[in-house]
């Protein structure tokens, strides 16, 4: 039995990270500027110079951009909404208001003002942005995805909108994109960390481990955080250089001590080394942290199991059937049952076990093997 041969590192395992994918709208791209701009635009002329020449719509409109930029999202709602019933023409208290919706986390409020605004004004890049971003908090990756791409057909190249791509596609597993992406804005801009730090986990989610451990090269020269540590370690773990895995993961834990994942991958990589004792003493770690966790119980039982504590693994493997959160993971965990029943000389209960593990899950191979191998 081995621990996750074949598991690869996902582009969103563990911990987020990424460009920072935002809904804040910079008031320049309405169409006239405003006064009190957080964007530090020229207000030479904006209506909210003096409002009330304008007429209440408008007063009623500067009043809820100047509760938006103080965070008053309540208050900034109120009077947009004022200001439409004033004058329903006021097309850019639509957009403002799908950021105060957006921001009260009422997504599918957020869309409909987005969209009521892009009907009259559809070649706003930043709001195609903003609706991409709603969509993607919402679920829908599909929506999102055409949104943030009709945004660059708007505005090609723009590093904000890259970065909101490059989000949305991880979300979506779509590495190429994620690669692409991160990859021109490396080549063209100095290089943010969160840039180096997505393309190294797509190209692993991939396999291609060397280049990906060159991102993370590079990333714990510019920022030797605990993350950058371990996801250099899970490189070295599948190039199995499970050496230098263990050394990433000991610093990334130096750093955090309760990184739960790094122990976890440490436990792994002390299995291939033969270190069992040690990565006993990690799985115990893992499992303090995390006492509903499938995985620590299931790789403590492994290396109990190799280092000659059958009880011990029998306890966690049936652990770990209880937890188990889908029929690949029951059956390994049947496996495992089987497996040191039988190395414990229990061949009844090993019987069992092995039988337990292909009738929930018929492609566990190893167990068919036993049985053949029993049955002789």
């Keep these: 039995m081995t621990m996750n041969s074949t598991q690869r590192p996902r582009g969103q395992e563990v911990r987020r990270h990424g460009g920072a994918v935002t809904a804040v709208v910079s008031l320049a791209m309405l169409g006239f500027f405003c006064a009190g701009s957080a964007a530090g635009v020229d207000t030479t002329g904006s209506p909210c110079d003096n409002p009330s020449a304008g007429g209440p719509a408008t007063v009623a409109f500067c009043q809820g951009i100047e509760k938006q930029e103080r965070g008053d999202t309540d208050g900034a709602i109120g009077d947009f909404v004022h200001a439409l019933e004033l004058q329903p023409g006021l097309t850019d208290a639509h957009l403002l208001l799908g950021v105060g919706y957006f921001d009260r986390k009422d997504y599918r409020r957020a869309i409909e003002e987005y969209d009521k605004y892009l009907a009259v004004i559809p070649d706003n890049y930043h709001a195609w942005s ?135 991958k440490r436990c792994s990589a002390h299995y291939y080394r033969q270190e069992y004792l040690s990565g006993i003493k990690d799985c115990d770690e893992f499992v303090r942290r995390k006492p509903d966790s499938y995985e620590g119980y299931y790789h403590r039982g492994i290396l109990r199991s190799r280092a000659g504590d059958q009880d011990g693994a029998l306890v966690d493997y049936r652990r770990s059937v209880e937890l188990a959160g889908n029929a690949v993971e029951a059956g390994n965990a049947w496996y495992g049952v089987g497996l040191s029943s039988e190395r414990a000389g229990r061949m009844t209960e090993a019987r069992q076990a092995y039988q337990r593990a292909v009738e929930v899950y018929p492609a566990q191979k190893q167990a068919q093997e036993a049985l053949r191998r029993l049955q002789k």
């Excluded at 840039?195 to 291609?208: C, I, N, T, Y």
């Excluded at 060397?210 to 920022?223: G, H, I, N, T, Y």
């Excluded at 370690?233 to 199995?240: D, I, K, N």
């Design 130 to 264: 903003n609706r991409a971003v709603a969509c993607l908090r919402s679920g829908n990756l599909a929506a999102a995805r055409a949104d943030i791409d009709r945004a660059i057909e708007l505005k090609p190249h723009d590093p904000a909108l890259l970065e909101n791509r490059v989000v949305i596609a991880r979300e979506s597993e779509d590495f190429k994109t994620v690669i692409t992406d991160c990859t021109w804005l490396i080549e063209h801009y100095p290089p943010k960390v969160t840039w180096l730090m997505d393309r190294g986990k797509a190209l692993g989610a991939q396999s291609r481990y060397v280049e990906s451990l060159a991102d993370f090269q590079r990333v714990v020269k510019l920022a030797p955080t605990a993350d950058a540590y371990y996801y250099r370690g899970v490189t070295h773990y599948f190039l199995e250089q499970y050496e230098a895995a263990v050394a990433d993961f000991s610093q990334a834990l130096s750093l955090d001590a309760d990184f739960a994942p790094a122990y976890l």
